[in-house]
Structure formats: C-alpha cells, structure tokens
C-alpha cells in the first residue's frame, strides 16, 4: 500500500484533531507531558491550516493517518541568526495515528520532510523537540538528526534542536503497511 502525503484543508480538521489529540493521551500514558498534556483545539490548528503547512498522510485511498507542520519560519525562541535560519524548513507536530504506529510511518514522514527542504531548496530539515522526552531524541538521532544545543526558554517545554542535512541520503524505512478494516 502506497502512503500519500497532502495539505491539510479545513474539512480535516477533525481527522487532524483525532491523531493529534490520540498522541497527546498516548504520551500521558507514557508519563510524559508533551504539548502540555491537553487535548488540541481546532483554532490552534487553523493559521496552519489557512498557511497550508499542515501536512496528512493517507494510505490506500483512506482516511488520514499521520500528520505534520513544515514551515519556512522558525521559532526564534530557539533558532539564532548564526544558525542561519533561512537554510532550514522547520517540522513540527509530527503525529500518527496510535492504530498505525510501529509500521514505519514516522520514518516516512521525516523522509518526505527531508525530500520538501531538499525540494524548496533548503539545507537543513530542523525541528526543536520536547527536552523531557529523550526517547525521541533517540529516535531522531536513529532517523539522520545531529543533536544541536538544548535551550532553556521560559515557559516552554520544548527546545532541544536537531536538525538534517536535505542533501544525505535519506534513511529508508519502508512502511509497513497492513491496514485491515477495523483500522
């Protein structure tokens, strides 16, 4: 089964809220208070929306299963003026549906980041994740990421920066697609 990325329209939304807000319990459950814990509302989705940089993954024709942002600006709480901030697109709130997890679907997600930066002429595929969940840390340097710095913004969570180079050789992870009705 083929994965299909597209930008998210307004009549997704409540898919978008599905997935987004399936990982938000997921990550309680695992102990971690990543994007505060609380359920996504539709109006912090929307400038995104209307932006077209919210992106969902389909399989096969069905309803969306994964989601992400990629923005040409980035979070200046994080990235400085050395950083050169203009060389990089910027992913965030990468999400997959918790029925869909484990198939690969990530990796494919964080491929076809690196393939749009590489595409709109981009250095650098960059993201700032949560400083609490080490396990994705691990799971980005796993995918080609290069741990950065961490920063310490007051108020925010997040702010251990990664970034990858478009021009690597993406690492192939071919999804492992069994989707069955009750999916």
């Not at 942002?69 to 990235?79: C, E, G, I, N």
């Not at 400085?80 to 997890?101: F, I, K, N």
């Not at 250095?123 to 400083?131: E, F, N, V, Y």
């Amino acid at each position: 089964m083929t994965l299909r990325l597209r930008v998210a329209t307004e009549a997704d939304l409540d898919r978008l809220l599905a997935i987004l807000n399936g990982a938000v319990i997921w990550l309680q459950q695992r102990g971690l208070d990543q994007w505060g814990g609380c359920p996504w509302q539709a109006d912090e989705l929307r400038p995104s929306l209307e932006a077209g940089t919210l992106y969902l993954a389909e399989a096969g024709g069905g309803p969306p299963i994964a989601t992400m942002t990629l923005d040409a600006r980035p979070d200046f709480d994080f990235w400085t003026a050395e950083d050169d901030p203009q060389s990089g697109l910027y992913l965030s709130h990468v999400a997959v549906d918790r029925s869909c997890r484990g198939r690969g679907i990530g990796s494919w997600l964080l491929d076809e980041a690196t393939r749009k930066a590489a595409h709109d002429g981009k250095k650098w595929l960059r993201l700032d994740a949560w400083k609490t969940n080490t396990q994705l840390h691990v799971y980005y340097r796993r995918h080609g990421f290069q741990q950065l710095r961490t920063v310490h913004v007051p108020g925010r969570n997040s702010g251990t920066l990664f970034q990858r180079y478009t021009t690597a050789t993406p690492v192939v992870v071919a999804p492992k697609l069994r989707l069955t009705e009750s999916s």
